[in-house]
């Protein structure tokens, strides 16, 4: 992931020099691949960090380790709640196959060139800008880490997308001009008659969008991270969207996403005139106990709650005392890789300071090495 050093400026407020930054970023973050005068880049590797892969979770985490305020507003109202819309064929045909389909149409648009600021965004990003249409969802992407799709609606049979498996030996010219043949165990986006979109992994080459394009159908999704995570590994194609598919992403962030995109294309001078939401929209639980001692334990050092309160409310986390010293923590949203207690008693631990944390001799008798027959 290239964060756009000018771009995180826009969304959190960076009190201190760039070196102090990465330094905290990789002391108690993750590790950096390159710095430059345009970028940081993540070192994404072997980390579950899917808010990491959005220039909003970044500016979360940013915030936390320097104690600064973002500068954004989690969206809660949707464009789409104030107008009465059609709605155009959309079915998910098992719902492993995903949880969300949303589908928007939006007519009155023309193809241009971008301006200097999102092109400035978006290369500095390290993706290669196209045009002002694929430019709205690549930074939609950039930004809250949700891959859209706009599709070229006059090659789309019926207006209808259809999220289905692939039909065995079906084929597909994907956007880079390769012909894949698909199995049974690749989802595909699709219409009455033909395979559109390789689900999460890469859209195909008859449905872009081109200089006469006009009016679009904008995909959201939730697919199963594991059908796209095999895909794109049986395909040996991995794309900026694939890889935040099978990070995982989140229904608030989906619908955040849809409603942003949608209000940049109608500045662009777009109208929305159709809109379907398929899927299952209920939020799951995320809420973990946690007890002081267990947390106390493991680091080896004596917190206080108040010290875990505030540290892990540095993060964004709910923290309530439901008895002394055990606490009832909900997660954020966007922090889909904390799931149990140790997971909590990680991020106590790294914003406290891995560096702070004394070391200590194990108790008992130092094990000898058992010699091992021939």
């Not at 109202?77 to 104030?82: M, R």
């Not at 007890?291 to 080896?300: D, P």
């Not at 540290?311 to 904390?338: A, G, H, Q, S």
């Not at 991020?347 to 000898?368: M, Q, W």
Request: charged share 30%; with cysteine.
């Amino acid at each position: 992931m290239k964060v756009s050093i000018s771009w995180l400026k826009e969304l959190v407020e960076i009190k201190k020099p760039l070196k102090d930054l990465m330094g905290e970023i990789n002391m108690k973050t993750i590790g950096t691949k390159e710095v430059t005068d345009k970028f940081i880049e993540l070192d994404m590797k072997g980390y579950n960090r899917a808010d990491l892969l959005s220039m909003r979770g970044v500016a979360y985490e940013v915030s936390s380790l320097f104690g600064s305020e973002v500068k954004f507003e989690e969206e809660s109202n949707f464009v789409w709640e104030t107008r009465n819309l059609p709605q155009t064929p959309v079915e998910i045909k098992e719902p492993q196959l995903a949880q969300i389909q949303c589908v928007a149409k939006i007519e009155g648009l023309k193809v241009q060139k971008s301006s200097a600021d999102w092109i400035k965004k978006i290369t500095d990003s390290g993706m290669r800008p196209v045009n002002n249409i694929a430019d709205v969802t690549n930074l939609i992407m950039l930004e809250y880490g949700q891959p859209l799709h706009a599709f070229d609606a006059s090659t789309v049979e019926d207006d209808a997308i259809n999220v289905r498996r692939a039909k065995e030996g079906e084929e597909i010219t994907t956007l880079d001009g390769k012909t894949r043949k698909l199995a049974s165990s690749d989802i595909v986006l699709a219409d009455t008659k033909k395979a559109l979109d390789i689900a999460g992994v890469m859209g195909g080459k008859d449905t872009e969008i081109k200089d006469t394009t006009s009016t679009i159908l904008l995909s959201a999704s939730l697919f199963n991270p594991e059908y796209v995570k095999k895909t794109s590994h049986k395909l040996k194609l991995q794309s900026e969207a694939s890889k935040r598919f099978y990070h995982g992403l989140t229904k608030k962030r989906l619908f955040q996403s849809l409603n942003r995109a949608i209000l940049m294309f109608e500045k662009l001078g777009g109208k929305l005139t159709a809109l379907t939401l398929a899927g299952n929209f209920e939020e799951e639980d995320s809420e973990i106990k946690l007890r002081v001692e267990k947390n106390n334990s493991l680091i080896g050092l004596d917190f206080t709650p108040e010290q875990i309160k505030n540290l892990l409310e540095k993060l964004n986390f709910k923290v309530t005392e439901i008895k002394p010293r055990v606490f009832n923590v909900k997660r954020p949203y966007f922090r889909l890789d904390v799931s149990i207690e140790e997971d909590l008693i990680e991020e106590v631990a790294r914003l406290y300071g891995y560096d702070k944390i004394p070391s200590k001799s194990l108790p008992g008798d130092t094990p000898v090495p058992q010699s091992q027959g021939d």
